[in-house]
Structure formats: structure tokens, C-alpha cells
């Protein structure tokens, strides 16, 4: 766990001036990229919420993530006219009562069981929407309309519109970053971080740790979910891959890149990760094997990731506060 | 005909078990032994199969093609050990999850790039080709029960080398305790290269035997790993015996599953995994 400090928020504004700044100067396409991007890190710091904060290290991640977008798009795919705050508390709630019931199992065990068991059920959802014939089988099912955003009868948001919809994400983005640093500043965050640390020791001072875990489990289970619900909605179109178990790989990937315990380096990581998958395949045709080699890289060079990194040098600027850093 | 449709179905699970239990025992005494999850088990599988189709199309006869790719197996799992794995031992499981998930990729696209990613089939020596009448229109295929008994000696030899040898022994010591192993002066770092390669070697003839049967496509590994790592969570970690009995249990429900309820065959196995977990969160006969 790291705390936040001055050069880091500095880094943090400039990161959101960039953002903010983007959709004048970027064309279409990637207008619509960065967007993608910013919706799988919203997915991303929920996974880092288990893996670098509570240390629940989810191989299923992607699950939650799919069910969110199958959920919007069967629910909702059909309607002429889709309305925002129903679909959105409808998924959500559905995604997170998911969550609990996957967790409630997965929490009773640790380590090794729970990265089997949190790949063995994702793998479960998997195929339950590639089988079931209702829900599109492998082919995926398309969603007709984006849902509205209305309070009243007015027209807060036009997701049909690209910038539009960036800004939407790129709010999202935010107020799910916001939202994780206060619940990590919180009581609860201590718990969750204390847990990470060691677990046993917080079990003899008198806390439940399977609730707090499970609770953790849940709340980054249902952002997932809202990754999902914004993913449907951007593209329209959900096939099962969504959940499969090579997107939780990369998802760790991008945490563990960018660097796990902080909530901007997941961000970091799921640019980068993003830009590679987008570049790399013009080079060559096998460019899963440089994906490979990055990751093999990372793991044995750079365990911290870039925010890692990012940490180092604020530190060495900010020498005269030697508690910058924390465990 | 149903009694004998029942026998065909029964047949195929065990030898489905079978198969699956030489994946998931490699896979759960590396982790009994060595601490280390094995993304790249489903690899070695592959590997084991397009090595399979490879060299039977050389030499022309499954038989030398499995006897030649078995040493190139065991030589591939020691250099995978030694230029991969060994840097894990004192990392985290995340660390791990990572990297051999990055030699999955490396892997595949090695495949990709030396052998294309057609769909290949490997064809069934002349001796095992017939089938075994059952009923006027049901037959059970000689082959079919070749894997099931090349799998069962495979199974014998290997409880009596873990029951009676040396190996065995110091193998069954480094699975309950690893540090008292080392401390009585064995080569910790021998003993995890042997274990890793003989379990690559398991997983990759595993493929070998499939590869007639299923025929050898990209992605071949992907899922039968997932599938090997619920028979070890149901067997419980690092137990070969709750390999054998997990993989028994699963190679059946699948493939009734795929009979009974064929809209949802695949969820049949999760289903079978929750419920034993329910009941038994370490597995069968995992440690608490």
C-alpha cells in the first residue's frame, strides 16, 4: 500500500488534463479506443482492489465483467427505448448478487484453491452463455439500442454520440477511482489491507475476515460489472470471449504491469497492455509471442510495475518526507 | 441396446478419466511438492500432441512417433524448469499465475509458427484399428481401449515408484514436508527438476494418446487444463490418490453429462466441482 503523495497527484492532475483534453485533438478511431481503454480500467483497478489491496488473487475476473455486459444486453436488448438508471441498478445488482454467490464459496478457501476456483467458476459462466442457446451461443448477441439518459424528460447524456460517451466513461472513471481511495482510507480499507498483509494476525484481533473478504469480493465483483454495462453499451455487441480466461490473464497482466496496490497503476498498465494488443499485430502475425516475452519480463524484473517505478523516482524528489512510502 | 449405449458411455468416461488423471496428477505433485501453480500444464499437453502428429507422420507408425516424443518431452520440461520455473520457488502465486500464463502464449504461438494452425489428424496404427462388436449396431473401438490401459500401467508403474523407490519416497517426503527434506540433505533443486519434467512428460503423453482420438488443433491445451485443475481442486491439492478418484468422477460426468443434458454438458462438471467444495472445501483428500 502506498500513500498519495504531492508529486503524485501532480502526475494524477496531468494523467486527467491529458484525458480530458484527448477527444479535441484525437480522431475518431481513437476516441473510440481510449474509451475502451478507460472502461477496461475501470475492470482493471476493481481486480486490483482483490489482487493488491485484500490479496485475492481472482483468476475469474473477466467473469463479472461479462455477466455485466450479457446481462444490459438480455435484459435490456430488446427495448425500443432503454432507460439508464433501471438497466444500470438492475445489472449491478444482479453482477454484485452474482459476485456474492461465487465469493461465498471461493472465500472459504485461500491461495492456490481460490486462483483455481475463481477460474474454474469464470470458466462456468463461460459456458453457460456459449452453450446456451437463448443467449446467443458462441456468436454473441447484439444490442439495437444504447440506453438514454433522462432526468425528467431531459436529455442529460447522448451516448449515441462518440464524445459524448467518452466524457460519460472518462466521469465513470473517475468517480470509480474516487470511490475506491475513500473506501481504502476508509476503517474497511484498513481491514482490507491489513488482510493482505497477514490475515492471521487480523483474525486474532477480533475482525471476520471472510466478510471483509467477501465484501471486497463483492464490491469489485459489481464494478466489474459496471465495466461490463459500459463495454455493452460502447459496443453493442458481447460474445462470450468476454469472459473467457485469457481476458482475467491479461487482466492481471494489466495490474501487475502498471503496478498492483495503487489505484492508478492499473490505468498505466491497461494503456499499455491496450496499445500493445492494438500495434503490435501490424508487426507480425505472432505477436503473442513478444506479448509472452513482456509479461516474462515484468514478472521477473519489474514485480512492482511502472507505478512501482513512478514511486522510486517521487521519492528521490521528495527526500525531505522519508515516510513517503509505507510498507 | 440401451444396456449396451450405457456400457459404450460408461467406456468412454473412464477412458476420459484416465487421460485426465495423467494431466492432473503431474499437475498436483508440482504444486504438492514444489508450491508452484502450473498455467503451462495445458502447454505440455500440446505439445505432447503435435509432437505426436509430428513425428508419427515421420516415421510412419504412432508407436515409434510416442516412443521418440517421450524423451524430447522430458528434455522439454527440464529446460522449462530450469530456464523458467526455478526463478518462482520464492515468489508469490500471482508471480506464478503470470509467467506460466505468458509461456502458455509463447507456446501456442510456437505452435502456430511450426505447424500452422490447421486441424491435423493422427491416424491409428493398423493393429489397434478395429472395433469390438457389441450389439448389431454398437461397436467400441479397439483404440479407445488401448488409452485406457496404456493409462492404467502408466498408473500402476507410478504408485510403485512413488510407493516403493528411493525416488518415490523422497518424492512423497517433499510433499508433506519440504523443508525437513532439504534439511536432511537432499538435493531440493534435483528432486524439483525431476518431479517438474515427469509431470510435463505425463501431461505431454497424455496428448500423445489423445491426439488419434481428438485430432491436433491450436488451442488444444486450453481447455483441458481448466478441466485438470477442477479434478485437482475436487481430489485436493497435491493427493495423487484424489487425482485418480477426481478424474474418475469428472471423466464420467462429463460425458453422461454430454448424454443426459446436452444443453448444458459443460456446466455439469462446475456443478459436480461447487457441490464437492460445499461439502469439502479442502477437496477429497486434501489436507485441512
Redesign the interface.
Given at each position: 500500500m502506498h500513500t498519495v503523495t504531492r508529486p503524485i497527484i501532480v502526475f494524477l492532475c496531468l494523467g486527467l488534463l491529458l484525458l480530458l483534453l484527448f477527444p479535441v485533438v484525437g480522431s475518431s478511431f481513437y476516441t473510440g479506443l481510449v474509451t475502451k481503454i478507460m472502461i477496461l480500467s475501470i475492470f482493471t483497478i476493481s481486480l486490483d482492489l482483490l489482487?493488491g489491496f485484500t490479496g485475492l488473487?481472482s483468476?475469474g475476473h473477466a467473469a463479472f465483467f461479462g455477466i455485466g455486459a450479457y446481462l444490459l444486453a438480455i435484459l435490456f436488448g430488446d427495448l425500443e427505448q432503454i432507460n439508464y438508471w433501471w438497466s444500470l441498478t438492475l445489472t449491478l445488482s444482479l453482477t454484485g448478487l452474482a459476485a456474492l454467490l461465487v465469493g461465498w464459496?471461493c472465500i472459504?478457501?485461500s491461495?492456490?484453491?481460490f486462483?483455481?476456483?475463481t477460474?474454474?467458476?469464470a470458466?462456468?459462466f463461460f459456458?453457460?452463455f456459449?452453450?446456451?442457446?437463448h443467449f446467443g451461443g458462441d456468436d454473441g448477441i447484439f444490442m439495437m439500442n444504447k440506453p438514454q439518459i433522462n432526468l425528467a424528460t431531459r436529455q442529460l447524456v447522448d451516448l449515441d454520440n462518440e464524445h459524448h460517451f467518452y466524457y460519460f466513461v472518462l466521469a465513470w472513471l473517475v468517480g470509480v477511482y474516487l470511490f475506491l481511495s475513500m473506501i481504502l482510507r476508509a476503517p474497511f480499507g484498513h481491514v482490507l489491507i491489513a488482510i493482505k498483509a497477514n490475515e492471521q494476525r487480523v483474525r486474532a484481533l477480533g475482525y471476520s475476515t471472510p466478510h471483509y473478504k467477501l465484501v471486497s469480493f463483492v464490491i469489485a465483483g459489481t464494478i466489474a460489472g459496471l465495466a461490463g454495462f459500459l463495454e455493452a453499451a460502447h459496443t453493442s455487441f458481447i460474445t462470450p470471449a468476454y469472459l473467457g480466461?485469457h481476458e482475467s490473464?491479461m487482466a492481471?497482466?494489466m495490474v501487475?504491469l502498471g503496478g498492483m496496490g495503487t489505484l492508478f497503476g492499473p490505468v498505466i498498465g491497461t494503456f499499455i497492455v491496450v496499445l500493445l494488443q492494438d500495434f503490435l499485430p501490424e508487426f507480425t502475425e505472432?505477436w503473442?509471442?513478444i506479448?509472452?516475452?513482456i509479461?516474462?519480463f515484468?514478472?521477473?524484473f519489474l514485480?512492482n510495475g511502472i507505478a512501482g517505478l513512478i514511486y522510486s523516482i517521487s521519492n528521490r524528489f521528495s527526500s525531505r518526507e522519508p515516510g513517503g512510502r509505507e510498507g | 441396446m440401451e444396456i449396451s449405449f450405457y456400457l459404450i458411455q460408461l467406456l468412454n468416461g473412464i477412458q476420459y478419466g484416465f487421460l485426465l488423471f495423467l494431466m492432473a496428477s503431474g499437475l498436483t505433485l508440482i504444486f504438492g511438492i514444489m508450491g508452484i501453480i502450473n498455467l503451462a500444464h495445458g502447454a505440455f499437453y500440446m505439445i505432447g500432441a503435435y509432437l505426436c502428429y509430428w513425428l508419427t507422420g515421420i516415421t510412419g507408425n504412432l508407436f515409434t512417433g510416442i516412443l521418440l516424443a517421450i524423451p524430447v518431452s522430458i528434455l522439454f520440461g527440464y529446460a522449462v524448469e530450469r530456464l523458467a520455473i526455478s526463478y518462482l520457488y520464492q515468489r508469490d502465486h500471482l508471480y506464478q499465475v503470470l509467467l506460466t500464463y505468458a509461456l502458455i502464449l509463447i507456446a501456442n504461438e510456437l505452435q502456430s509458427i511450426f505447424w500452422g494452425n490447421d486441424v491435423h489428424s493422427v491416424p491409428i496404427p493398423e493393429l489397434l484399428r478395429g472395433s469390438i462388436q457389441l450389439t448389431a449396431n454398437q461397436a467400441y473401438p479397439v483404440y479407445r481401449l488401448f488409452i485406457s490401459g496404456a493409462c492404467i500401467t502408466l498408473a500402476v508403474a507410478m504408485y510403485w515408484v512413488i510407493q516403493k523407490t528411493r525416488l518415490g519416497m523422497t518424492i512423497r517426503a517433499g510433499a508433506s514436508n519440504r523443508e525437513m527434506v532439504q534439511a536432511l540433505g537432499i538435493n531440493i533443486n534435483w528432486l524439483f527438476a525431476i518431479v517438474f519434467s515427469l509431470g510435463a512428460t505425463l501431461a505431454a503423453f497424455a496428448g500423445m494418446l489423445a491426439a488419434p482420438v481428438n485430432s491436433v488443433y491450436p488451442g488444444i491445451g486450453d481447455n483441458i487444463l481448466i478441466i485438470s485443475f477442477v479434478v485437482v481442486v475436487i481430489g485436493g491439492i497435491g493427493s495423487i490418490k484424489g487425482a485418480f478418484i477426481g478424474a474418475l468422477l469428472i471423466g464420467l460426468a462429463d460425458t453422461f453429462g454430454k448424454v443426459l443434458l446436452p444443453d448444458m454438458a459443460s456446466m455439469v462438471v462446475y456443478a459436480l466441482m461447487a457441490a464437492v467444495l460445499f461439502w469439502r472445501p479442502q477437496g477429497l483428500f486434501g489436507k485441512v
Open positions: 489482487i488473487v483468476f464459496l472459504r478457501t491461495g492456490i484453491y486462483i483455481m476456483l477460474l474454474a467458476f470458466q462456468m459456458y453457460f456459449f452453450e446456451s442457446p480466461w490473464g492481471i497482466m501487475i505472432h503473442k509471442l506479448m509472452g516475452a509479461i516474462i515484468v514478472v521477473l514485480p | -
